[in-house]
């Protein structure tokens, strides 16, 4: 019998050929809704928390954070939407849904508490950044996919750029943060914009025998990420910095996740300008650093 021939004996035989293997995937009843929705309306669904009230685009039937919580009510929400982030895909691969170089986006619909990713057509690589106003583009023929959205397009209508909060505006307490891991290569890139090639940044087995043990960050590199904060989110754009007092309390190793966090602690009404506390700490929220800043806000939008 064929069970009991082995490779070496003379009457065994392979024969070589291709096996079909077809597979279907099936969205679910959600899922279909959404595509149906495409496919046949053109229109956008997405779905809405019944605890959270947050909106949902792709939709899924329960909420991400409320475990049990259902996610039943339809909500249409319009083919516009802002740009998150995004990726330029370069290498060629027989999967992908067009030819490289091409722009693979995030995108926040308006109305929506998520972002669905898809892609950008319209612009250059090179011109592509975050904040960018975007339109859906649906595509001529149906394939009762998320591709019945061909692609998102620039919309024409950017908004201008919004200085931030002005001095009236601001208020006690206030607050705004930016989080960003730091890896072996930021520092690396702030050693070559500094100068700073100290090799307690840079050498490894020189570092193993300093009292932190290991390689850290420059100190003023998770330092440097306040200026998001002051710059594009509060007060935000139009700022200018005009005094800054930091004191570190503990270094910050390759890997530590940085949150800057500024909170108007003062207003000083005759310059109109506002003191802000100003705290670093990591992932495991030990403190890295705080001090103040001193900032000129942004005169009021007319």
């Given at each position: 019998?064929a069970?009991?021939?082995?490779a070496s004996e003379k009457d065994a035989f392979v024969i070589?050929?291709?096996l079909?293997?077809p597979?279907?995937?099936?969205?679910?009843?959600t899922?279909?809704?959404?595509?149906?929705?495409?496919?046949?309306?053109?229109?956008?669904?997405?779905?809405?928390?019944?605890?959270?009230k947050k909106v949902?685009?792709?939709?899924?039937?329960?909420?991400?954070?409320h475990?049990?919580a259902?996610?039943?009510?339809?909500v249409?929400?319009?083919g516009?939407?802002?740009?998150t982030?995004?990726?330029?895909?370069?290498?060629?691969e027989?999967?992908?849904?067009?030819?490289?170089p091409y722009?693979?986006?995030?995108?926040?619909?308006d109305?929506?508490?998520n972002?669905l990713?898809?892609?950008?057509?319209g612009v250059?690589?090179?011109?592509?950044?975050?904040?960018?106003?975007?339109k859906?583009?649906f595509?001529?023929?149906?394939?009762?996919?998320i591709r019945d959205?061909?692609?998102?397009?620039i919309?024409?209508q950017?908004p201008e750029?919004?200085?931030?909060?002005?001095?009236?505006?601001?208020?006690?307490?206030?607050?705004?943060?930016f989080t960003?891991?730091?890896?072996e290569?930021?520092?690396?890139?702030?050693?070559?914009i500094?100068g700073?090639?100290?090799p307690l940044?840079?050498n490894h087995?020189?570092?193993k025998n300093?009292?932190f043990?290991?390689?850290i960050?420059?100190?003023?590199?998770?330092?440097c990420?306040i200026?998001?904060?002051?710059?594009?989110?509060l007060p935000?754009?139009g700022?200018m910095?005009?005094?800054?007092n930091v004191?570190f309390?503990?270094p910050?190793?390759?890997?530590d996740?940085?949150?800057?966090?500024?909170?108007?602690?003062?207003k000083?009404?005759?310059?109109?300008w506002?003191?802000?506390a100003?705290?670093w700490?990591?992932?495991k929220?030990?403190?890295?650093a705080h001090?103040s800043?001193?900032?000129?806000p942004?005169?009021?939008?007319?």
């Amino acid at each position: 019998m064929a069970s009991n021939l082995t490779a070496s004996e003379k009457d065994a035989f392979v024969i070589e050929g291709k096996l079909a293997l077809p597979y279907q995937y099936l969205c679910g009843r959600t899922g279909s809704q959404f595509i149906i929705a495409l496919r046949d309306q053109k229109k956008i669904l997405g779905v809405r928390c019944e605890q959270c009230k947050k909106v949902f685009v792709p939709p899924r039937s329960a909420c991400e954070q409320h475990i049990g919580a259902r996610c039943n009510e339809w909500v249409e929400l319009p083919g516009t939407g802002t740009v998150t982030g995004f990726t330029v895909v370069r290498y060629e691969e027989p999967y992908q849904p067009c030819k490289p170089p091409y722009v693979l986006a995030l995108i926040k619909l308006d109305g929506a508490d998520n972002a669905l990713t898809h892609l950008v057509s319209g612009v250059a690589p090179r011109d592509m950044r975050v904040g960018l106003k975007v339109k859906a583009v649906f595509a001529k023929e149906t394939t009762s996919t998320i591709r019945d959205i061909d692609h998102f397009a620039i919309d024409s209508q950017q908004p201008e750029y919004q200085l931030g909060t002005s001095y009236d505006e601001l208020e006690i307490g206030m607050s705004a943060s930016f989080t960003k891991t730091v890896s072996e290569t930021d520092v690396y890139l702030f050693a070559g914009i500094s100068g700073d090639f100290n090799p307690l940044h840079m050498n490894h087995e020189f570092a193993k025998n300093t009292p932190f043990g290991a390689r850290i960050a420059h100190g003023a590199l998770p330092y440097c990420l306040i200026a998001p904060v002051l710059g594009m989110k509060l007060p935000g754009l139009g700022t200018m910095a005009l005094e800054m007092n930091v004191r570190f309390k503990a270094p910050t190793y390759f890997g530590d996740t940085i949150t800057a966090k500024a909170t108007v602690c003062e207003k000083l009404p005759d310059k109109r300008w506002v003191r802000m506390a100003c705290e670093w700490t990591n992932q495991k929220g030990t403190v890295v650093a705080h001090g103040s800043i001193l900032v000129a806000p942004p005169p009021k939008q007319l």
